[in-house]
Structures are given as structure tokens and as C-alpha cells.
């Protein structure tokens, strides 16, 4: 046994809370724990199936090796365990299958489409085809040139009354579709978002079916250019495409027509808008955010954890032996705040996803009036959380110092991913900006109207200061949650202040909004930071568990909290409500808490529960083994293929000789 | 012409100042700018020299075109240009040749380090053979297990008198060296820093030439386990490398001996420690932050800011046109003050150069007492310049939305080798607390003597609040220098003052130390930035220039101070300098001159003058076309070889034949 690996055992016994326990809390019950690893040995077990290092790969092999492993996972292991696309072990499989698969898109988005936008019997017409690959599909929205501004886009659907055709069309080179996943070379249909042209009247966005390959040869359809878009930061096992239309007839049918119909002779019939369409983007951001933003950040956690416990550099004390690198104070302040960061948002995404089942119940009783709220939370978090997270993925990266550079601590990779969740799926500017319109129009209620739910912290608008007066009061989840309601509240009084300050002196609303929309992203953050917080400390007030877990808990909690005092300390200056003393006492109350919180650090990412096969990385694996992993991967480089590399080989090979001749004495140097 | 060209020429019809003069007085000179644009035209005008564009290439094509650019530059285009590596053109080769060469190490490292290490006769042997690349070299420091504590290195050279050699040897797996650049497969030598032990006695680090290939085959020699450590997060073009020694004979004369020697008998001679080693590192800190770190930046402002300006995406005013994105206040707050940190802290390296060249100067009059200054001025440069800058070119990337994922945008390469900055050269954390030492150390002087130079600010230790009660009082340089000063001064006291109370209570040196390294870090960035204004304030104040270009200058002078009063705002309010209400009125500043210089944003960009060559962005070119040269670009995908990819299409085939079959209605859907 290494070392290392003998550091990080150790390092486990000085754990004194149930990890299994704090495990089974994470992930919402013991048999959720259970089924999980049921379906983790059922991947792991399959070779075929099982995750693979990737940190070598060219990008077409990682695309090639994804389209293997969905078309296995399809063909043989679904059908072996019993699993299809509605099972509840399906989060799960999506969990440890890690991210290395395809056609994500036809099943996450193509096919729940067609059921958001199909009539009965489109649904019965596509939805089986879509559902066994029989048709592949993608969801073709954003273009070249427009993407979170949907009123912007500019591909055309006009409709041919002779032929009872919608004819599609891309007007310029900008209208393409671009960046839609498993458009580029697997799709051969793609439901499209068009501007629907009826005798020279538009009607607005529609969604159609349109096949754009041939399903025997898998060709381009006439009028059609598809491919994929090329190389980006991550997601390489997704071919993000371009689509080109060029007056592309589909028949009127192919109209997904649950929310309105064009009739054959061009009559256009608008049905009631289905609102649970917005209602269906709070779930899925809730999915994503924990799938793919706040489980990076976990997994970076671990490794970064494990990783430092067992990198010994440097004497703490002069003349002493070199001390494990979480033993500085620097160490702990960049790893701890990101495993309480970790639990903070993975927390209040299950709070996200209980809402949302609360009001999917309620949308059945008729009542829609919870809508404008979930969307507003969801949209704060979605840009909020994918923020925080991606951007403490790069820290924790930089935290393991050179090998955290390298492709083999697994970091890389898995930030790469991540941090698209800042774009996709609207991006956070624009998040931001929707989810701060909500709160600036329940300030403006609060005069008159009681809040409820989420922004009912907003009733109360008395002045007040925070009476701590020592370090230790700052663990107390009561003050916390005083801290950051207390800010919240007041640097959106301030904005929406300033927003009606400015209105009234004349300046249109559109303008004095673009004018206070910096204070408006901050207004944002404070709110959801304080939602977090505030939920985290409910989820944990509600648990029934051992002292120790929840003692430990309660210890992520506050270091949370603490750690976005310290970050904006002057926004909780400037409202008032701490003293500069009372801030000097939170980063002491941080500080305490780090040196508090280190010895269970291991246990802390052990509960996290990702195997070594999900994290993927030479510097974090459960044994703690860095260097010999380090070193048996490192000769799988491309460059070692070879023990000689020949095409440098190549170029060097008339200078080395000239320096043998020279070093030799056959030759003089020339100089 | 696009409409994206033509709107970025309305743009530059608008910048009010003049893009050359300000493009001379960042180059330092119009001679600089001429023999720049000298250097460019001839490899722009090289075809096998001129940058390509490697978004998708994969990390071997990268490595191999590299190595054929660098051979081609040093056997054809060197001495076709007069030039060498002395050459007064050296610096803008550097510039722009790009990032895509191999051999930098051997150059930028190997042949300096023999310089300072070698004795004139050692000089004279291994210093023309590697000029010519008779011999190629790395600079083998670092080890698996070892980085930045260099004193932990684990590299033994035993010497055996018998033999009169040394025997070079790595005793655990975490003693191999890792890490050096060209040092995977192409150098076959090494100038290795190992123990040096003699009779059992332990003599510290030194260095020895060590060759580790063959000259004729390029194998490895006995002893010798070489290779490439694999992928990373950028930095293809270097074969960073793993070197391992097994017992390695070479002879007592490859100890490079300028500074100690061992005598045939093993008598160990120590001669005078040619301080000049760490003078030389400040100088290759100002050169690598300028050359990798904040021209990195400038690319990334340079593509975000033109493509601001073209890219339309929705209302401001509803019902209005589409506005260029740059027109939204949460834009121009993402990219200006980013174009206002390229400038000031490419001022602040010019700075440290010429401190540098002055030092130097004195030095040869026998005064080495600058160096403790520029060392630590250099360290909190080093670490505050890498991350302000790495972290501003992220969200850079993030401004441009989706396209800025793609590596079609340039950024995420020219982010991906700048980042690394923040851990090479001395992982950020260590120089931050290197500089800090000093600070402290400077802080309990002043109180008996007079502190002179870059840490002068700190003798004016008495109390008092900033004067500022309108928002236009925060554009004059002397009042935001004014801040940083006091803000910088009361950290350090505030800090230096926690330790001094630790230490008095009993904690040792070392624990009161860490206990405060979270602040030290801090006070780092505070004196940093302070540096940063205040010399970019007097560099302006020095200039001779027409009005309009010091105009702007100004701006961006106050530009870059307000972002960081607006950030570390809690640090102002916190000593006490700024009250609630001038913090409102800095932002407000601040806001007021992003509208200011939003007319003059691409003139800005434009004056760093780097060619569509250097930036390789597709959304970033000079002429603004940014849609057709994406699709053009996309068209290059490793997907798109073949219009049907054939391993996809090998695993959907029998998917897509049963969905025909169904569609055509031949058999029918199961499910």
C-alpha cells in the first residue's frame, strides 16, 4: 500500500459521523441509496457499458465511443435489467452512466416535445417511433444568429394552400438552426421552431416535424444541409449541429398542433396556450441543475479533497516533516466552502423539484396561480446556482495545482461540461434579469398585498442590525437566515427605489430598467443565496438523524452562509445590518469553522458516493493511490505510442546528428 | 458585405480619438509598432509560419505541426530575417508566431539556466551545441510528488568518488521528475535539480546536465524512463514530460558549477550564491505576464467587444429593432472593465520591467538592495495579474453567449494555456503569501523607519475618510489612488496586527501565520491593485499625447479603480474610507463611464492590434463577418469528413431501416 493511500485511511478514521447515514440523507432515503447502487453495479458490471477515461481522447473518438455505448445501453442493458425511459431507476442510470453518451437531446427534449406539442394522434404517430430510435430526432430552435430572443428567430414556415404544404425556409445565412444536440450527424428528424407565414400574415413560432435524412442511406434530404458544428469546450459526445432549409415541403399534418391548427384552406386556429409548458421548464431545470451543475461540483470536490489530504508539500512549522496541503488555512478556505456549496444547492434543488410536484397537483385541481413563482425561483437558480458551482469547479481545478491541469485529475473534463450550464437553457444574464422582474413587481406588491411562499421574507420591511456580538453566534442557522433575508430585502427595496426614482423623472421604464439592470443581477443573487440558505437550514431542522450528522450538517450550512458573507460583505455594510466588527467576527467564525469541519473533510466528499469509475480521475480515487495511477496513465499519452516519436523524430533528426558528431569530436561547433 | 461588417464600420466611424496613436503608446513607441508590424508581415506572408487555426485539431496534429513551425522558424525564416535569439525582434516573433510552437523550454529555460549556472568553460561547451539545436534541452525541476517546495525534491545525485561520477537516481515513484516542458519526447538532455550527497551528507539542490536520449536513434538511454504525461487542459504543443532515473552514471564535470563544486576527492566546494538567479526571475515574471497572461486578455476583449457590437439580440425598447448586445448596461459591465484591465496592468508589467532594467543597472554598481522589493513586487504581481486576467477572459467567453463555447470563438484556447499561469512559475497561493511577507515585514518597520519605493504608501499611517460627495469626483485619478492606498494600508495593519496580538498569546510564528493567510492573501490584492492604479495613473500623467487619447486613457485608468472598489467594496466600507453612500456614488461612476466610453469601444480593442492571424476567431475578426466565417469554419468538423459519419450511421442503420418500414407502412410499430 502507498503512502498515500495510507494517509488517506487514516484520514478516514479521524471521521466521526455515519457516512453511510449522511449518504443515505443525500440522496433523499436508504432505499434510494439502495436502488442507486443497484444500478451502479448492473453499468459497472458491463464492460461494454462501464465509464471509460476519456482524458486522452480525440473528440471523434469520445463521439464515437458515446454513439456505442447509448446504442448498448438501448439494445442489451435496458432490456437485460428491465429499465425504459419512464422507470425510476432512470435518474440513476443517467447518473452512472456518467456523461459520455449520445442522443441526449431526441430523449430529453425531442420526445417530451412531441408530447408537450403533439395532438393525440401525432403522439401516437411519432412518440413509439421516437421512443425505440426508430426515428431519431433533435429539437431545432436556436439559430445562427438568435438564441435566447425567440421573437428573433428568423426560419420561415409559409403556408401553400394549393398544396396544403407549410414550405421551410432559412431567408439568410443567419436563420440557420446551429447548435441544436444530435442534429449534426445523427438526427434524421428535427422538430423544428418556425414563424409560421399564412398569405403574408405572421403568426408567430410553431413546431413542426421535418425529416431531414433519408432513412435508408442516412443522406441529407433535397433542400437540406446538416452537419455538426465542430469543437467546443466540452460536450464531445454531442454533435451540436447547423440545418439549412432551402424551401423544404413538409405536409400541413407535420404542424404539431396541440396549441393551434392551420386548417387546409389557411385558416388559422389559435387553441388555448398550454402554460404547463413553462411548468415543464421548471422540472427540467431543476434536473439539469442537479445533474449537471451541482453533481460537477461535487465530484470536483471529491477529488479535490482527497487529493489534498494525501499532497504533502511544504513544513508548516520550520524543520518539521512536510504536512498534507489541507493543512493550510489557504487549502481550506478554497476546498471546504465548495463541499458546503455542494450540499447547500443540491438541497434546495430537491426543495425545487417538491415544489414542482406541489404545483403539478395543483394544476390538476385548475389552480395555475403558483406559475409565475416557480418560474421566477427557477430561472434565479438556474443562473445563480450554474454560476457558483461552475465557477468553484475552476477554484477546486486550480486547488490541486499543477496536476489539477492535467487531464488526468479529471477536473478538466468535468468542468468543461458544467460550465456550458451557464449558457444553454437561457443564458444567465437573461435568467437573471426574468427572475429580478419577479421580485421588483412583489416589492412594488408588498405595499399593499401580503407575499407568499418564497418571497413572503419580503412582508417584513423594518429597519434592523444583527445582534451578534461573538464569533460563535454565527453558527446559529437562525441569525444566518436573518442575515441574508435582511439583505435581500433591502438591495431590492433599494433598486426597485431607484427604478421608480428614475421613471418618474421622465425616463421611459425599458430605459431605466437597461440603467439598473447590474444592481438587478446582484438583486438576484442575494435572493436565491438567501433561499438557499434558508432552505437548507429548514431541510435540516425538519431531519431526524444521529447528533453527529446532524451536527455536521448544520456546519455545511453555516460555513455557506458564511462564506457569502465574507464574498459580499459589502452589500450587508452597506444595507446596515452588520457592523464592520460583526463582519470581522463572521470570517473568524468561517475560519473556525474550517479548522472545525477538517478532520471529517474525507467523510464529508465520501458521502457524496462517487465511484471511482464516475470520477474518472488519477488524483481522486477512493484509495488515495495518486502517484502510481498518475504514472500508468500518463503512458497512454498519444505522444507515447511510440517510444521514439516520429514526426519529432523527424524534424530534430539532422540537428541531433550534428550535435553527436560535434559531442563525439568528429565535428567542431559553429558558432 | 455582411450587415454585421457594415455595422461594425458604423462603429469605428464613431471612436473619437486615434486608434494608432493609442496603438503606439501601449507598444511604447512608434518604432516599436513599425518593427512589430515588420515582424508580422513576414510570417504573416510565410505560409508554412503563419498562424493556422487549430480549434479542430487534435492534441498529436497540434504537437506535430508545432514542432514542423518551430523547425521551419529556426532553419528558413530566422536566417532569412537576420534574426536570432538576441535579436532586438525576439519579443514580436514571440508575438506572432501565436501559441502553436514547441521548443520553448529549450529556449526560454535550458539555455538561460546554463548561463546562470554553468561556469564559463561549461558555458562554452553546452551553450552553442543547444543555440543550434545541436543538443535539445529541459529544465527538470519539478517532480511527481514535488512542486513548488523545492526542498522536498526527492532526486538524488550520489557522488562516487571511485568512478568520479555522479549517479543519478529517483528512490520512490514520486521522485521522478514531471512536468518539464519538451521534455516528453524531444529533448535528449536535461539540466536536472537534484539532492547532491556525498559521503552520506546532504548538500542541497543543485544542478547537473544530464543526457537522457540518444543522439543517432533517439532512444532512450539506459537508466532512462521518458515519455509525455498526456493531455491537459492546454499547452498542446508541449510535450511535458515524465523522467525517471534508475541509478544513471554521469560524469562530476556535468555538475553545473558556477555556484558550488565537488572536487575530484568529494570535497565540497560552496562559492558565492549568485544572487542574480531570483533578480532574473522578476524580469522572465514581467515578460511571461505581459506575453501570456495580459495579451491573452486583450485577445479575449478584442473578440468580445467586436462581437458585442454586431450580434443583435432583442428589444431594448419593445417594438423596437433588435440592438447590438453591447447596448444592455449587464454587456458593457462584462466587457469594458476588462478592456481597462488589459491596459492598466500592461502598463504595470512595462513598469516591472523597467524597475527591473534599473535594478539591474545597479547591481552592476555592486547594489543588490532592490531585490527584496522587486522580488516580492514581482510575486503579488505574478499571482494577482494571472488570476484578475484568466478570470476576466472566462467571462469573456461567457459574454458571447453560445458561440463563445465553441472553439470556433478563440477563447476557450486562448484561455486554456493562459490559465495556466495561475500555477506555473509558482502556484498563485505561494507567491501571494511570498509578497505578503514582505508587506508584513515592511508594515513593522514603518513605525521606526521610512519606507522608500512601491511600499512608500505605507509610511502615511494616519486616519481619514475620502472627501467624494458626487459621483463625477471618482473619475480623477488622485482620489481613486487616494482609496487604494488607504484601503491597501489598513489590511496590512489590520492584518499585521492580528499576527503581532497571535504571537503575543502564545501561538508560534508559523501557526499565527497560517491562522492569518486567508487575510494575507487579501492584503496581497489590495497592494497589488493599489500598484496598478497608482502607476497607470502616473504613466498617463507622464504621457505627451493628444487630448482624446488621454481622455480615454483616464477612463480606463478610473474605469479599472471603480470595478475594483465595486468588487472589494466591503474592504472600503470595512476600514472606514468610503461610507455607504460614496460606494453608491462609485458605481454610479462607474455605470456613468461605461455609457461614456461605449462609443469608443472597438477603437479600444482595435488599439491592441492583434491580426485576425493572432486572435484566430471566427466571431472576433476584424471585419465583423462573424456568420459566414462560422458556417465556413463548422464546414472543417472532424464530423463532417464524410456527409453520413459512418461509425454513426454503423450503429443507427438497423433503427432507421425499421423506421422506414414502418413509415412506409411495411410493417408495423411495436411498442
Given amino acids: 500500500m502507498s503512502k498515500q493511500s495510507r494517509l488517506l485511511e487514516e484520514e478516514r478514521r479521524k471521521v466521526n459521523f455515519s457516512v453511510e447515514e449522511l449518504t443515505n440523507i443525500y440522496d433523499g432515503g436508504v432505499e434510494q441509496t439502495e436502488m442507486k447502487r443497484k444500478v451502479e453495479a448492473a453499468i459497472h458490471n458491463d464492460p461494454e457499458c462501464r465509464c471509460k477515461d476519456v482524458g486522452m481522447m480525440t473528440r471523434e473518438e469520445r463521439f464515437n465511443d458515446g454513439m456505442r455505448r447509448t446504442i448498448h445501453l438501448n439494445k442489451v442493458v435496458f432490456p437485460r435489467e428491465g429499465w425504459n425511459a419512464f422507470s425510476k431507476e432512470l435518474d440513476y442510470v443517467l447518473r452512472n452512466i456518467g456523461k459520455e453518451f449520445c442522443l441526449g437531446i431526441h430523449t430529453g427534449v425531442f420526445l417530451p416535445c412531441i408530447l408537450s406539442f403533439g395532438s393525440d394522434e401525432q403522439i401516437a404517430k411519432w412518440l413509439p417511433l421516437g421512443a425505440q430510435l426508430q426515428i431519431i430526432g433533435t429539437y431545432a430552435q436556436t439559430e445562427l444568429g438568435h438564441g435566447t430572443f425567440l421573437r428573433g428567430l428568423q426560419t420561415v414556415a409559409t403556408y401553400d394552400k394549393a398544396s396544403q404544404e407549410f414550405v421551410i425556409n432559412c431567408p439568410e445565412i443567419s436563420a440557420m438552426k446551429w447548435w441544436p444536440g444530435d442534429m449534426g450527424k445523427s438526427a434524421n428528424h428535427a422538430l423544428v421552431m418556425a414563424q409560421v407565414v399564412i398569405d403574408g400574415k405572421k403568426y408567430g413560432m410553431h413546431p413542426f416535424i421535418v425529416q431531414i435524412r433519408d432513412l435508408t442511406t442516412h443522406m441529407p434530404l433535397p433542400g437540406i444541409t446538416v452537419g455538426d458544428i465542430g469543437n467546443k469546450v466540452g460536450f464531445e459526445t454531442t454533435d451540436n449541429g447547423f440545418l439549412h432549409f432551402n424551401k423544404v415541403r413538409i405536409p400541413r399534418e407535420n404542424l404539431l ?118 418560474h421566477a425561483l427557477s430561472a434565479g437558480m438556474k443562473a445563480s446556482v450554474a454560476e457558483q458551482c461552475t465557477d468553484g469547479i475552476e477554484i477546486l481545478r486550480k486547488s490541486c495545482g499543477g496536476h489539477g491541469y492535467s487531464n488526468a485529475s479529471g477536473i478538466p473534463i468535468i468542468w468543461a461540461r458544467a460550465v456550458a450550464g451557464c449558457t444553454y437553457e437561457g443564458e444567465n444574464t437573461v435568467m437573471y434579469l426574468q427572475c429580478a422582474r419577479y421580485l421588483v413587481k412583489c416589492y412594488n406588491q408588498v405595499q399593499t398585498n401580503r407575499l407568499h411562499g418564497t418571497v413572503a421574507y419580503l412582508n417584513n420591511m423594518n429597519q434592523s442590525t444583527c445582534r451578534v456580538n461573538k464569533a460563535n453566534d454565527f453558527q446559529q442557522p437562525a441569525v444566518l437566515v436573518a442575515c441574508f433575508q435582511y439583505r435581500a430585502r433591502e438591495v431590492i427595496k433599494s433598486v426597485a427605489m431607484k427604478i421608480n426614482h428614475l421613471t418618474k423623472n421622465g425616463y421611459p421604464n425599458h430605459e431605466a430598467w437597461n440603467k439598473c439592470s447590474v444592481e438587478l443581477v446582484n438583486v438576484v443573487k442575494a435572493h436565491i443565496t438567501q433561499y438557499i440558505v434558508a432552505t437548507f437550514a429548514s431541510v435540516i431542522d425538519e431531519l431526524s438523524c444521529s447528533p453527529p450528522v446532524k451536527t455536521v450538517l448544520l456546519q455545511m450550512c453555516a460555513l455557506y452562509a458564511l462564506e457569502n458573507i465574507t464574498l459580499y460583505s459589502g452589500d450587508f455594510l452597506k444595507v446596515g445590518y452588520l457592523s464592520p466588527k460583526q463582519c470581522d467576527l463572521a470570517l473568524e467564525a468561517e475560519l473556525d469553522l474550517l479548522s472545525c469541519l477538517r478532520p471529517n473533510a474525507v467523510g464529508l466528499v465520501d458521502a457524496f458516493d462517487y465511484s471511482d469509475d464516475l470520477l474518472q480521475s488519477c488524483i481522486g480515487a477512493y484509495d488515495g493511490n495518486v502517484y502510481e495511477r498518475l504514472f500508468e496513465w500518463a503512458k497512454k499519452s498519444p505522444l507515447n505510442k511510440t517510444e521514439v516519436h516520429e514526426e519529432t523524430y523527424k524534424y530534430l533528426k539532422p540537428y541531433l546528428h550534428a550535435g553527436r558528431d560535434i559531442l563525439e569530436g568528429k565535428t567542431k561547433s559553429k558558432l
Same sequence: chains 1, 2.
Fill in 257 to 374: 398542433c396541440k396549441n393551434s391548427e392551420v386548417k387546409p384552406d389557411g385558416t388559422y386556429v389559435a387553441k388555448t396556450k398550454d402554460k404547463m409548458v413553462y411548468g415543464s421548464m421548471v422540472r427540467l431545470r431543476a434536473i439539469f441543475l442537479e445533474g449537471e451543475v451541482v453533481s460537477a461540483l461535487g465530484k470536483a470536490c471529491t477529488i479535490a479533497v482527497r487529493y489534498s489530504l494525501v499532497r504533502q508539500q511544504g513544513e508548516l512549522e520550520p524543520g518539521k516533516p512536510e504536512v498534507a496541503v489541507m493543512e493550510y488555512m489557504t487549502q481550506q478556505k478554497k476546498l471546504l466552502p465548495y463541499v458546503a456549496m455542494t450540499y447547500a444547492t443540491h438541497f434546495a434543488c430537491l426543495k425545487l423539484k417538491k415544489m414542482y410536484n406541489i404545483f403539478e397537483q395543483k394544476v390538476k385541481e385548475g389552480d395555475l396561480s403558483g406559475l409565475p413563482e416557480l
